[in-house]
């Protein structure tokens, strides 16, 4: 895990790189025959935990970046029904258990390790009420588009509440053989003509693929009650599938 990856700049960049995702409206639905308890891991600046919060439930935002907590404090929301805590997914001990456990948006794609993987779900196992239910929402690998990208230059352009423009230069290396992404990221941020500032940062991420998340919710103990092939609609049993794009489990005790 990048310990720099959403400091700063990036912290705050964060919402509008995901500003159109549509977990937000999922999550509270999805969670209603759960209960009420949520723990959420990598909740970054709260973008899920808020909603959550203020559709009622009692919601646990875990964070290891302390520039993603400060972005999510500044925010608005129901203080009696979301509690912060700063701490490491794979070693967070708290004396709650759960009735969801998140880990949303390819968060375990930020361990480069599959041990660090088997150690938050095991750890996610011990906090979980007996009923309980871990969700964990990841993309599927696209490989023809790995190969067609590859060391290829993006650059994104995003209009910021201020009406500043933030640049977004974004080189992505894939090492197939070994399931490795490295990202290069340079943000800039103009008024105008005028560049106020500027910050770069390097990301490694791995990828997995269905039957290795398979194994590992095995490996922690825990068993697979559903599969989906697609978070936006969470009634429809869909398949997890290339074409679909995603891949969803849900695990009990």
Not at 58 to 86: C, F, G
Request: proline share 2%.
């Amino acid at each position: 895990m990048n310990e720099t990856e959403y400091a700063g700049f990036f912290a705050e960049f964060y919402d509008l790189l995901h500003a159109n995702n549509i977990d937000i409206k999922v999550y509270p639905r999805l969670l209603k025959d759960y209960g009420k308890t949520v723990l959420e891991l990598g909740a970054g600046t709260g973008r899920i935990a808020i909603p959550l919060a203020k559709a009622g439930y009692q919601v646990t935002a875990l964070e290891y970046s302390a520039d993603m907590i400060r972005v999510l404090e500044e925010k608005e929301y129901p203080k009696e029904n979301l509690s912060i805590v700063q701490g490491d997914a794979r070693t967070y001990s708290l004396l709650q258990r759960f009735d969801a456990i998140l880990l949303t948006c390819n968060f375990i794609n930020h361990f480069i390790s599959s041990d660090d993987v088997l150690n938050i779900l095991k750890n996610s196992a011990r906090h979980l009420n007996v009923n309980g239910v871990i969700i964990i929402d990841c993309s599927i690998p696209e490989t023809s588009f790995m190969y067609d990208s590859n060391g290829k230059e993006e650059i994104f352009d995003f209009k910021t509440s201020k009406g500043t423009i933030i640049k977004d230069y974004f080189t992505a290396r894939y090492d197939l053989l070994n399931q490795k992404e490295l990202d290069y990221i340079k943000l800039e941020e103009y008024d105008g003509t005028v560049l106020i500032r500027q910050a770069e940062a390097n990301e490694e991420l791995t990828y997995y693929y269905p039957r290795e998340i398979r194994g590992l919710i095995r490996e922690a103990g825990l068993k697979i009650v559903r599969e989906s092939g697609a978070l936006w609609d969470p009634d429809k049993d869909i398949a997890i599938s290339e074409e679909n794009g995603e891949m969803i489990f849900y695990c009990g005790l």
